[in-house]
């Protein structure tokens, strides 16, 4: 099972921005695509934005597009997502996943069924 570190995550008042990282562990990230999810409380895990193995591919959730933007470093073997104009529907736990589907396969069909421990996203006042 692929490993990944997911950090960046806190508390953040609406209109924010927080950058997130996923930072893989004992494995490298160069030919996977890279997806970042999230899981408020009471719902499924959603994809939220997705990138190819070069990076020139993405993919975006509607809630999303335009506030966040994913990209990556192959060299230092991690994922970002930043994400601005925040929202409080955008609170949940968010999560980091590798895969070698296209990245809207990757985040519109979510088939994980184990997750990494995530890092808490709250958008309030």
């Known amino acids: 099972q692929l490993q990944f570190v997911e950090s960046g995550g806190g508390l953040v008042q609406p209109g924010g921005s927080l950058r997130l990282s996923c930072a893989a562990s004992g494995f490298t990230l160069d030919y996977y695509v890279i997806g970042w999810f999230r899981q408020a409380p009471g719902k499924e895990h959603e994809g939220v934005s997705c990138?190819?193995?070069?990076?020139?591919?993405?993919y975006y959730a509607d809630s999303v597009k335009g506030r966040f933007t994913i990209s990556r470093d192959n060299a230092k073997n991690t994922a970002y997502l930043q994400m601005n104009s925040l929202e409080p529907e955008d609170t949940a736990v968010y999560y980091c996943?590798?895969?070698?589907?296209?990245?809207?396969?990757?985040?519109?069909?979510?088939?994980?069924?184990?997750w990494g421990q995530g890092t808490q996203v709250t958008v309030s006042s």
């Open positions: 990138i190819s193995s070069s990076g020139g591919r993405t």
């Open positions: 996943a590798a895969d070698f589907r296209d990245v809207q396969a990757m985040c519109v069909h979510v088939l994980y069924d184990s």
